[in-house]
């Protein structure tokens, strides 16, 4: 048995945050092609639905800084998103990028070997958490078994929605720092990880996570040498625009 210390991630640690967005695109194809070019295992992206139900791949609630167009993602429908180039903004190479679906962005991840983290954003122009949920559901089931995936979000709720539907996903519970009661909370999603922000990180969470069986991964490091103690403490897993920066 070997007796070696682990100084960083595993590579199926790494996962991409938005896709590789320090070099493409947040939340695009064109991102999540990258990100496997570097090598990442898994991708982490963010899902909403438009007004026509369609469950898209985008971070915000509105289409402003992402794209050429403008306006709430609410009073918008699929059509209206197929007419905008959400590359353009970040470089002229990337011209012609759309807002993916979930249902396309699974089916490449599939082909590119991919995990997906899908985080469930709750945006106030959705109408309902099950419509949420079940649109994640149905896109799954179209994707089939060909793509690895866990689900995180800020909402407790949509965690408990989605675990109801999709008993056998690993879910993450994302949190800006770690509530005093987290151990009750996750429990009664019930969650099996944390998802933190790297500056709240700390051994004795990891040491106490370890203890309880939960898993503990951050979010959005970019250094990897912010994070060099925690690995041998038992840190699960990095989110990061630059994944190159942790698997080279
Ligand atoms: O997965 C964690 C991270 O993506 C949460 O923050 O704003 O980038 O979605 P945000
Ligand atoms: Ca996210």
Known sequence: MSNSVKT?????????????????????LAAFRAAAEQGAQWVELDVALLADGTLVVIHDDSV??????????????????????????????????????????????GQLGLGANIEIKQHEHHRSLEQLTTSVR???????ATTRVMISSFDPEALAA???????????????????????RLASIPATTIHLHYKALSIGLLEEAGRLGI??????????????????????????????????
């Open 138 to 144: 149905a896109a799954l089931r179209t994707a089939g």
């Open 215 to 248: 898993k503990v991964r951050v979010w959005t490091c970019n250094e990897p040498a912010v994070l060099a103690s925690f690995w041998p403490a038992g840190l699960s897993g990095v989110i990061t625009d630059n994944p190159a920066a942790f698997l080279n």
């Open 162 to 184: 989605m675990h109801r539907l999709e008993p056998g996903l690993e879910m993450a519970m994302l949190w800006s720092k770690v509530p005093p009661n987290w151990q009750e």
């Open 64 to 109: 402003d800084r992402t794209t050429s167009g403008t306006g709430s993602l609410g009073a918008l429908n699929k059509d209206d998103l197929d007419r905008l180039d959400a590359g353009s903004w970040f470089g002229a190479s990337f011209a012609g990028e759309r807002v993916p679906t979930l249902s396309e962005t699974l089916q490449l991840l």
């Open 8 to 28: 960083g991630p595993q590579r199926d640690e790494v996962q991409a945050h938005r896709g590789a967005s320090a070099v493409a695109p947040e939340n695009t």
